[in-house]
């Protein structure tokens, strides 16, 4: 009991680090200072509660949890995390389609701070055939070519960056944030 404790606590540190910046290392390019970096938009995009809902209204996905949106790190960095289940009997179909629609809504949240650091995804699956979100990332043109392969659980770092190629090219492809809020793609699930 204290072990699975413990892991969960883990699990949770680990998320706070990510999200926090510890894990965001390397050199610069978060951002400067706090004050710089837009935060609470008074108009335009969705709210955390509305994207939580949108990412629902997929069928068969429930949002295990969203970790973002804080005040920056010492660094200046800020991010997501959203963590997604694929409920037993529905599988992966369109995992570009996936990805694509958690970035623009992540992109898309006006309340606290705009994520300029990254985005991580993660989905877990009961599906045989596992599902690899970050292979799912690079077919999407959001990450690049992934070396992992399916499995019951797959994560993905988005990188948004400007200092970096990919993140560069991912702020790019987002525009000015808070982002329009995307349409729910239909076709992402299907029932085995």
């Known amino acids: 009991m204290a072990a699975k404790r413990w892991f969960a606590l883990s699990a949770v540190a680990m998320s706070v680090l990510a999200l926090t910046g510890c894990a965001f290392g390397g050199g610069g390019g978060g951002g400067g200072a706090q004050n710089d970096i837009p935060h609470d938009a008074a108009s335009g995009g969705q709210t ?13 996905i429930v949002v295990s949890d969203i ?16 963590g997604l289940e694929v409920e037993p009997g529905f599988a992966i179909a369109d995992g570009a389609a996936l990805v694509d629609f958690v970035v623009a809504s992540v992109w898309s949240v006006r309340e606290g701070y705009m994520p300029n650091a990254r985005i991580d995804v993660r989905v877990r699956t009961s599906s045989s055939g596992g599902f690899d979100v970050a292979a799912a990332a690079a077919q999407a043109g959001w990450a690049r070519d992934s070396t992992s392969s399916p499995s019951p659980y ?31 793609p239909t076709g992402v699930t299907v029932q085995e």
């Open 154 to 184: 797959s994560t993905a770092a988005i990188d948004l960056m400007e200092d970096k190629d990919q993140g560069a090219q991912n702020r790019e492809r987002l525009g000015s944030w808070p982002g329009d809020v995307p349409e729910v």
């Open 48 to 60: 955390l509660a509305e994207m939580r809902e949108s990412l629902e209204s997929i069928p068969g």
């Open 67 to 82: 970790a973002g949106g804080d005040k920056p790190n010492v660094k200046g960095n800020t991010g997501y995390a959203v």
